[in-house]
């Protein structure tokens, strides 16, 4: 099934132009008509439909909607859509429907960008989070902060004008308010990280030499044969990605080409790509042999990673080696400089490594997270504990109220661009632009 949408003053004319209900069915606000769209130049039935007609402004744009519901395929879709547009509507733009339901007052503007990130989510914690937004949680809690800073603003700014006719401010009070409003705002900062795990995920490279089990962990975590494992070192010769969704994160896991000096020119083009994968990934999962114990070949592929890169070294093949699985201690680490210790061919030790893998990676304690700003919030959520911070030095430095009052108002303007109560109409562009359309 397709649905043909319609918004705006004209969106119930162009239906009636086009579709026809037999009988005599009324056509009555949020009711569903039975008919065919029609073809009002040749009186040729296009396709079997539903209509539903959603009047003013009990729709989600508040805007008059209505919604042909169509049989699905490209020829009969495509027929209907010319129809409406010969009716006199045009294409939406990306995500113009819920940027008319914000400047209408339907959605503020967390929620709207909640919409895109549902839509776009690539894990259910992620939806979860999305759904959060939508239900107003963020906007709540921002909104909350902003009307406290709004009161200390009021309180700061009737001194400036009317000191002598109102009681004394409680400086330290006023002091206090500011600093608490600063920390929370910095704790959603730091959780905005952890939304952008679950939005975005992670690119995680695993690299080591060849046939130390690099394509039996990805088929291990992947559960399935998503790589060609044999004995034989040189197997995987490109670039082989496979995405999963790992206690809640979404994950892109790049199996590389063991890194050896060789004279074969396939082999020596996978590995330039494992350079490139180990330069753009968010972690290194560097993988030797246990049984065969740690190398110089592997420490020259330890000091390959990036400085600053998350780097787990995982010791394979624990079995064979008569080891233990699991997280390995820091003082058994002289048999081998393992973090973590697993046999690929068991499947033992997998749960801990990719608990560990994620704590490393900062996703290990993400069920505590109700609300997460997205790259646009965290940034302005961070320039308004700044602002903050400068009031507070300007209370510190007992300077008059209204150098209190220049960059408190700085933290209220970011705080209400997060929600929309204050914003232009550039960056609405730039967050609509990003949805798909018909949304």
């Known amino acids: 099934m397709a649905i043909v949408r319609i918004s705006g003053a004209e969106a119930e004319p162009i239906g009636r132009r086009l579709f026809a209900a037999p009988g005599r069915q009324a ?18 039935r296009v396709d079997e439909a539903l209509l539903l007609l959603m009047r003013a402004p009990r729709s989600f744009t508040r805007e008059t909607v209505v919604e042909l519901h169509c049989h699905g395929g490209l020829v009969a879709v495509q027929r209907v859509l010319e129809l409406v547009l010969a009716a006199g509507a045009r294409r939406a733009l990306p995500g113009e429907f819920s940027q008319r339901a914000f400047l209408n007052g339907r959605l503020d503007l967390t929620r709207a960008e909640a ?30 902060l902003r009307e406290r800073l709004l009161d200390q603003l009021a309180e700061l700014e009737a001194r400036v004008d009317f000191e002598e006719d109102l009681p004394p401010l409680d400086g330290a009070a006023v002091v206090a308010e500011l600093e608490a409003v600063r920390c929370e705002l910095e704790q959603l900062v730091a959780e905005a990280r952890q939304g952008e795990l679950l939005r975005q995920g992670l690119r995680v490279a695993i690299v080591g030499r060849p046939n130390v089990g690099k394509s039996s962990l990805l088929n291990l975590l992947s559960r399935r044969e998503r790589a060609i494992v044999t004995n034989l070192p040189g197997t995987t010769r490109d670039l082989l990605e496979s995405e999963l969704v790992l206690d809640g994160v979404p994950l892109t896991l790049l199996d590389t080409a ?9 082999e020596q083009l996978g590995i330039a790509r494992s350079h490139e994968a180990l330069a753009a990934a968010d972690a290194v999962l560097l993988l030797f042999d246990l049984s065969a114990g740690w190398s110089l070949e592997d420490q020259a592929l330890r000091e390959l990673v990036p400085a600053g890169a998350v780097l787990l070294v995982a010791g394979n093949k624990a079995d064979a080696a008569g080891l233990p699985v699991g997280l390995v201690p820091p003082e058994d680490g002289g048999r081998a400089p393992a973090d973590v210790s697993f046999s690929a061919l068991s499947g033992e030790g997998r749960e801990a490594l990719v608990a560990e893998l994620l704590r490393r990676c900062g996703a290990g304690s993400l069920e505590g997270v109700q609300v997460a700003l997205n790259a646009r ?12 911070e400068a009031s507070l030095e300007a209370a510190a430095q007992q300077l008059p109220w209204d150098f209190w009052t220049i960059d408190l108002r700085g933290a209220v303007r970011a705080l209400g661009e997060i929600t929309g109560e204050e914003v232009s109409e550039a960056v609405l562009d730039r967050v609509f632009a990003r949805f798909c359309i018909g949304k």
């Open 27 to 44: 056509w009555d606000s949020h009711r569903v008509l039975y008919g065919h769209v029609v073809d009002p130049a040749s009186g040729e």
């Open 115 to 144: 919409i895109g990130e549902m839509i776009t989510a690539r894990s259910r914690r992620a939806a979860q989070l999305a759904m959060a937004g939508i239900d107003g949680g963020l906007q709540q809690r921002i909104g909350a």
């Open 258 to 266: 063991g890194i050896r000096p060789t004279s074969d020119r396939v």
């Open 377 to 388: 919030q965290r940034d302005l959520a961070g320039a308004a504990a700044l602002s903050l």
